[in-house]
């Protein structure tokens, strides 16, 4: 299977002492539709910030490119 690019929606919740955990990743089937289904999900408080990345994966292999951000909102980790 040759290289494909993957758009995941990676939305972070609160721990009970306010700290932020990940939640379980969505794929998504384009920028787009990964941009407009991290919007729902604050606007509908199904997370209190959310990721949107691109990355390019080779899954036949396993291989996967470094993540790129595509969008960053709310209230998500600091990037080190």
């Given at each position: 299977?040759?290289?494909?690019?993957?758009?995941?929606?990676?939305?972070?919740?609160?721990?009970?002492?306010?700290?932020?955990?990940?939640?379980?990743?969505?794929?998504?089937?384009?920028e787009a539709n990964?941009?407009?289904?991290?919007?729902?999900?604050?606007?509908?408080?199904?997370?209190?910030?959310?990721?949107?990345?691109?990355?390019?994966?080779?899954?036949?292999?396993?291989?996967?490119?470094?993540?790129?951000?595509?969008?960053?909102?709310?209230?998500?980790?600091?990037?080190?």
């Open positions: 299977m040759p290289n494909v690019t993957q758009y995941i929606c990676q939305p972070y919740g609160l721990t009970p002492r306010g700290g932020l955990k990940p939640e379980p990743p969505v794929a998504c089937t384009s990964a941009r407009l289904r991290a919007e729902r999900m604050l606007e509908n408080h199904r997370a209190v910030g959310v990721d949107v990345v691109r990355q390019d994966a080779d899954p036949a292999v396993g291989e996967y490119g470094e993540p790129e951000f595509l969008a960053r909102l709310g209230r998500v980790p600091a990037l080190d």
